[in-house]
């Protein structure tokens, strides 16, 4: 309770503080154009009526005209938001060493969280991200492939006894459903056991799998505090995360890696603790540049003369159960989202359901499962999800944290050290200049005569660059499985409970689907 009260006090008095304290013209002094968003979205928007911020992204982004960046002010804190793609490219690849952070977010003194690689900084972000990548390469993920092929037939298996109990068609919560499929895939694929999500929505590992990503009121006042002031989170050991759900992980985690390090668990699992074992004992190889796609050469570090070091060292207990947890904190809902969010534009768009359900028909395999290889083969799928992505992008913005003073002399553009750069991807991905019909749902926005006229940067996802996200080809070919099985097994339908258009939510700068969204799925006769 003294925790509430301490809280309550610091928000008033923070409030008041950021209201009435003026940074007006911050950016004057750099010879850069302030764009005031405020009247958009104030910081009393913000903490009282829980507005979403990448509403000012936007604003700022079309008022900007033809200029390449502008600077602006969230909540009192000066911030760069950039609108030109070379711009974008530059900062966040080719001078990525001027930008190797962003604002510490999971900065939560009494956990893992700042363990995980969306928190971590400097040096120790690039030992542990190095020391990290190789479990996410292409051939590790194929090794998850049986993973995903399992618990797709399982989930297909209930879904279909639970229309056959209804005598045809079932009305479904979409998120309660998909959560089932992604919670038994993150409790197999990471942490090599059966968790019981897909028969038992109620199971402990659903519900607090739940807790992690549930973003009620007080926990988005929460995190916009914490962005604002993450000095004084620390200082007070305010958590930001729940607890019982991250303890219950973390428990059932040392468990596992314990096992697995003594040798008491033999090394035939698949899983992503037993791939980081390996890759602690150097006995992971690194994938050739020939298996990583443009998205992943862009990502890659670069080490100079005399920097090479122990990537092993960097992968301590803590460290190895901290990227285990990432799968929850940065891949279960976002990837649950994605699901959720394709399902509901396959409902809304029959044609576009239709088209998808011939062409998984083609790589279907007799006994219902699908290969790798075959899924990554799949070009309308991937035209599907990529839309979905543009439309409902997991994050509306990225940022990066200046670590030191950069001048672009092409440009002109200045970012003072300790700065934050914004790469607004809402506001970017509904640009007419590069979508034509940006305000509809078109998978021929990613054809290929589209994508090869347009710049690619214009499409930034799961970010760019060496912070990227190293979860996007798991989170891929997850995602493919699941709309591969769905489409193949039943048509999705609206039901009048779902929105159209789509309503989606935002939390902090999360876009979410919206609560209680319900689809009707009728079983197909297929064999
Ligand atoms: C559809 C699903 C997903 C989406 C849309 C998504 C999106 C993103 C985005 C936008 C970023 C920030 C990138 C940047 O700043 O340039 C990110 C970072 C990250 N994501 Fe994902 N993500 C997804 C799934 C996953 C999964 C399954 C994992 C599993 C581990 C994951 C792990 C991470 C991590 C660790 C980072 C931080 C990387 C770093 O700082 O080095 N994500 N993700």
Redesign the pocket.
Known sequence: MWLQIVLFVLVTFLIYKLLFSSKKDYWKKYGIREIDTSHVVSTLDVFIRGKNLALADKYAYDVMGGDKFCGTREMGIPRLILKDLDLIKKI?IKDFDYFTD?RNFFDDPNSALKK???S?EGDE?KGV?SAVSPTFTTGKIRRMMEIFNSVGEEWIAELKKRAKAKGGSIEIDVAEVVNGFTVEVIGSSVFGMKTGTIQNPNSVFAEMAAKIVAMGKWKVVKFTLSLVFPGLFKIFRIPLMDMGAMNFFQGILEQGLKERLSGRMKGDKNDFLQLLVEAKKGELKTAGNDELSEFEKDAQLKTGAGEEFDKKQYLTDEVMIAQSL??FF??FG??SN?IVLTMYSLAVHQDVQDKLRREVGTIVKKNGSLDYDDLGKLVYMDMVLNEV?RMF???AR??RKCVKDYKDPVTGFFAPKGSFVCIPIEAIHSDKRYFANADKFDPEHFSQENKAGRNPYAFL?????P??????R??LVE?KAAIAYLVHNFRMEPTEKTPIPMQTKHAVLQVLPPDDLGLKLIPLNIK
């Open positions: 966040m962003r995980m690689l969306p971590l972000w991200r990432v799968f940065a891949g976002t990837t994605l992505l992008p997991a994050a990225l940022e996802p799961f970010g760019t660059g912070r990227n996200c190293i979860g996007m798991f989170a995602s």
